[in-house]
């Protein structure tokens, strides 16, 4: 973990921040919560994300190719998570990491859709879910899996709450004096 963070540690989290990061942390959640179908600005980016996943691992077998989708949608804001995390950003750290388990609720969404088939897709007539669970033998399990991934995005999408209202309250930002 040293090599990740700055000899510094994480920065304090600003009492502006730490205001926008509850903010948006909770409407995002009210929004999954409330309306089915995601959170349109955020789930472009990362079916954008999904789509180059795919491309990213086409060099590897069909099932990984299937896989890459998710795992690009899952990697880049992993990825940023790291970037942040190695700059000392706690605000950036929380963001990304809150996106990263908004991720997984996306992803719930098209698993408990693998024998339904009415979630509208890109480039193909049959969900990688519904592939990939055929080919594992659990396609009559697609909710199951589904309610536990989706449980693990609102675990991870409150402890970011958490950490990041912890964050606030145990490290405070220096007051500027103006």
Known sequence: MALLIPD????????PAAIACVVGFVAVMLHAALVTGGIPIIDYANLMFHEAG????????YYTVLLGGTY???????????IFLRRGETTGVAVCVFWLF???????????????????????????WAILFNHWGVLQKDLVIASWVRGIGWIGMLATLAWVAWMYVTRPAPRRMF
């Open 8 to 15: 510094e540690g994480l920065e304090p989290v600003p009492r």
């Open 54 to 61: 795919h491309r990213v691992f086409g060099w590897a077998s």
């Open 72 to 82: 690009g949608q899952l990697l880049v804001p992993l990825i940023c998570t790291f």
């Open 102 to 128: 908004e991720n997984f609720l996306d992803i719930a969404n098209y698993m408990a859709d693998a024998r339904a088939a009415s979630q509208p897709l890109v480039g193909g007539d049959e969900s990688d």
